[in-house]
């Protein structure tokens, strides 16, 4: 019993071990431009030497040589120059300057490894021979020699987190960052106003998070939900802990686009500063001490999800507020984009303002939404003169888009086909896409509580950023890609990552890898499961996808030979037939399932994944079907055929 335990453990490591090195993709994620494998392999172990002469390049070099100390158990020795006949890892500048912006090459030979690149370059490069490394044995590990020549498809590559609604602490946001940039990601849009909540520290505006940052509770259950939990919730970012997300994130080559909603999501700065909307009367507030609830129209505001009437006056007041914001942003922010929303932004107010009425009118504008327009190239024509640039969700389009504005294309593809043909840059989220990462993962009752939607990885992987409409002038315009988290219904860190993984690397693969690259089957069964199978050994959370093998709802016929795999390496797939719900106590599948069924009857095959971390997938549902359909003849009466 013993002996056949081993040759299980020892088949399943040789299994682990072999699996990135026979991929075409030698196990990376995202795709390179191009792999060519030769014969050989690197052996690493104590003896190599880790080669780095330029002091930039440090930060690359103590990140391998860290992944290393951890799952090796030791440290490579460090030296500015190979020695002749040590084996080597070498990271190079020489040479760099003919590759692409972001692009590295690997060359793994039986001596040495060269990875060549600069600043981002060579980080990513490093990411890419981490992720070729099998399991360390006693003895080290082999590295198959090959020679990997890579940059990315798009400049921009962008995932997105909503603090407004929930709040993740600052060692969360770290961990967010670390995962963007080990499959490359270089942009982190950090979503830090809303309705229910204000979430960043504005000294001249103090009530901003003391009064602004904090609601009454919480809705419970999707909404309209089934009760509020009547907890206050509550919390901002300081800016020294900005600072440290921001210094923190540019050691990690990844830039941090802050937003600032306007005109509309406001209501949280409005219930701190009244006066900045079109109607204060309207909103009585307890007091600074009070998380704020507010009075609209006589009736309390629900701590609830959605989108608010009330909207930022378009006065000079509100400018002055929103210029001085905007100054205090910036300082903390390096980024060249600003991002000021624009989305969602109701008019009713706005209609109902005399105010309003009267500025449309001064300004020779035909309606509210070339006031939007108005609103919103004012506060561009400012932040242009800080030397930075805006982006705005695809309504920046209503009533005339601003001069120099990106515009993130997000309630389909139409806005940023319609920007690009303007000559704008375009940044591709459709929410169609299966970009929204709050849309779950499957249609299965197991799910948690979401937005609604469906948007599984495979979805992900299938969306192409460049619109076909486009000719081949306008498709330059299309400058990237993100995917977008937001937290009505994602209140913990864990929920986060559920979320987030595996649909990341779907992400990752579109917006770095080369179209001609994308291989589904590639992706999904050879390079998802390894990936999934490091993440699993980690206190990640993720989505366990179902088997492969089990792709339709219904199958029809009556004799059925089911063949499935495991989604992660090492996992176990167990099944029920007889309606019960599956668990590690039902049958464990190790063979075909095969099953004939009779006339006129069904049988359902119920799955669940269990990981070697515990982790479970959803349960799956195959209807395996004998029936035949129901017709009606020529008098209406049901027969069966």
């Known amino acids: ?59 690359s070099a103590d990140l391998l040589n860290a992944y290393i100390v951890a799952k090796g158990g030791f440290a490579l020795r460090t030296a500015k120059v190979a020695s002749a006949g040590a084996p080597s890892i070498i990271l190079s500048t020489s040479g760099a300057d003919q590759l692409p912006a972001e692009g590295y ?36 590990m082999s590295i198959n020699a090959a020679e990997i020549n890579d940059y990315p498809r798009f400049k921009y590559r962008g995932l997105h987190l909503d603090v407004g609604r929930h709040m993740f602490p600052v060692s969360f946001l770290k961990k967010y960052i670390d995962m963007m940039a080990q499959y490359k990601l270089n942009n982190f849009h950090w979503h830090l106003t809303e309705d229910q909540g204000w979430r960043i520290e504005i000294k001249k505006y103090p009530k ?32 020294n802990e900005v600072k440290e997300v921001v210094a923190y994130a ?12 306007l005109p509309g999501h406001s209501s949280a700065a409005i219930a701190a ?49 929103l210029e001085d914001v905007l100054d205090e942003v910036i300082a903390l922010f390096p980024s060249k984009y600003i991002h000021i929303g624009g989305d969602e932004s109701p008019k009713a107010y706005w209609k109902e303002s005399e105010f309003c009425q009267q500025l449309i ?24 003169s800080k030397g930075r640039r805006i982006i705005g969700w695809d309504e920046i389009l209503e009533g005339g888009l601003a001069p120099n504005a990106t515009v993130m294309s997000w309630r389909g593809v139409k806005g940023g086909i319609a920007a690009a043909q303007q000559k704008h840059d375009v940044i591709m989220t459709p929410n169609a896409g299966g970009l929204y990462f709050d849309h779950k993962q499957s249609d299965s009752a197991d799910e948690p509580t979401n937005i609604g939607g469906l948007a599984p990885y495979a979805k992900s992987y299938a969306y192409n950023p460049v619109p076909a409409e486009l000719t081949a002038d306008e498709q330059k315009y299309i400058v990237g890609v993100q995917a977008n988290v937001w937290t ?90 007889d309606l019960t719900r599956p668990s590690e106590m039902g049958t464990l599948y190790t063979t075909p399932i095969k099953l004939t069924v009779p006339k006129g009857q069904k049988q359902v095959l119920k799955t669940i994944v269990v ?19 129901d017709v009606k003849n020529k008098t209406g009466d049901k027969t069966i055929i």
């Open 1 to 59: 019993m013993m002996k056949k335990l081993l040759s299980i453990v020892l088949l399943a490591f040789v299994y682990v071990n072999g699996f990135a090195q026979n991929d075409i993709n030698v196990g990376i994620i995202p795709a390179p431009v191009s792999v060519k494998k030769s014969a050989g392999s690197f052996k690493l172990d104590k003896t190599v030497v880790l080669v780095s002469a330029d002091v930039k390049d440090t930060r």
């Open 105 to 140: 090459k690997i060359k793994v030979s039986p001596k040495n490894i060269t990875i060549t690149g600069k600043d981002a370059g060579l980080f990513y490069g490093v990411q890419s021979l981490m992720q070729m490394m099998p399991e360390f044995t006693a003895n080290g």
């Open 208 to 239: 901003l998070t003391t009064v602004g940052s904090s609601r009454n509770g919480t809705i419970i259950g999707h909404h309209p939900g089934v009760n509020t939990d009547g907890t206050p919730y509550k919390g901002f970012y300081t800016q």
């Open 250 to 261: 540019a050691s990690k080559f990844i830039n941090v686009i802050p937003e600032i909603e």
């Open 273 to 321: 500063y009244p006066e900045l909307s079109c109607f204060p009367e309207r909103d009585t507030f307890i007091s600074e001490k009070t998380p704020w609830t507010g009075l609209r129209k006589g009736k309390q505001v629900q701590q609830t999800w959605g989108v608010f009437d009330d909207v930022f006056v378009p006065s000079e007041q509100t400018f002055k507020f």
């Open 361 to 384: 009118k001064k300004l020779n504008l035909k309606d509210e939404h070339e006031l939007q327009s108005y609103f919103i190239q004012r506060i561009e024509k400012y932040v242009n």
């Open 488 to 577: 009505e219904y994602i209140s913990t860190s864990s929920k986060v990552e559920y979320f987030v993984f595996p649909r990341l690397f779907s992400l990752s693969e579109i917006a770095w890898s080369q179209d001609s690259r994308k291989d589904f089957k590639n992706f999904s069964e050879e390079r998802l499961p390894l990936h999934l199978s490091r993440l699993d050994k980690t206190r990640t959370n993720y989505w366990v996808p179902t088997p492969f093998g089990q792709d339709q709802k219904v199958m029809k016929g009556e004799s059925f030979n089911i063949v499935l795999k495991e989604p992660v390496l090492g996992a176990k797939i167990y099944y029920t037939l």
């Open 611 to 629: 990981t070697p971390g515990g982790k479970n997938s959803v349960v799956t549902e195959t209807i395996l079907s004998n029936e035949t359909p």
